[in-house]
């Protein structure tokens, strides 16, 4: 996202201009139409065409279609963040510790199960109903202020909570308190991750 850019409604793909419904809402639909367990992905992707590009026409070919969406969900949807890696004394490049011991990014978010979270918070901190912003407030816009929520809204609170560690300074009651609320607010793992 670049604030001196305008907000992505159209590109232009194999010389054909597309125009995009970049909704919140409607990218939130995509995501659970990606996690249906019930279609192949060529299905997926005609299915997510369509609700990226209405009533528009796109190509009927199964390959050609993945091809487009792939463009789509790379290019429009999902945000690859520039990764920073910190090095030791020595040089070496020290662990993420953002990552698990496989080397996979912990989440300490899902869209679909902290949705009265991330609902409330926008209200909160934004005074912003979402329900009322469907259809209306842009993708970008949207990641960007679930991004950017403060410290002291409910789902700033539940990521912090997810993603804490024990100390040595924590006594045994802040701990056992911890890890109760780390269990209650635990990402579900049948589902999957998103971005």
């Known amino acids: 996202m ?13 010389d054909t201009e597309y125009e995009l419904d970049m909704a919140f809402d409607n990218i939130l639909d995509i995501f659970e139409k990606l996690e249906d367990t019930s ?22 070919d199964p390959y050609e279609q993945i091809e487009l969406w792939n463009y789509i969900y790379q290019n429009f949807i999902i945000f690859k963040e520039k990764e920073v890696v910190m090095y ?6 020290m662990p993420n510790p953002y990552e698990d011991d496989d080397g996979d990014n912990k989440r300490y978010i899902d869209l679909e ?20 912003q469907q259809g209306k407030m842009h993708w970008h816009e949207f990641k960007a202020l ?14 912090q909570i997810r993603a804490w560690e024990p100390s040595d300074h924590d006594d045994s009651k ?7 609320l780390q269990m209650k607010h635990a990402i579900s793992n049948n589902r999957k991750e998103v971005d």
């Open 113 to 132: 199960q902290d949705a009265e979270f991330i609902y409330a918070s926008f209200l909160h901190a934004y005074n912003i109903n979402l329900y009322e």
């Open 2 to 14: 670049r604030l001196k850019d305008p907000l992505v409604t159209s590109f232009t793909f194999n």
């Open 146 to 159: 679930l991004n950017g929520l403060p410290s002291n809204t409910i789902m700033q609170r539940i990521i």
């Open 88 to 93: 030791d004394l020595k040089g070496n490049p």
């Open 39 to 60: 279609l192949r992905d060529y299905e997926k992707a005609d299915v997510c065409l369509m609700y990226m590009l209405d009533e528009q026409e796109y190509p009927i």
């Open 174 to 180: 802040y701990k056992e308190e911890m890890r109760k």
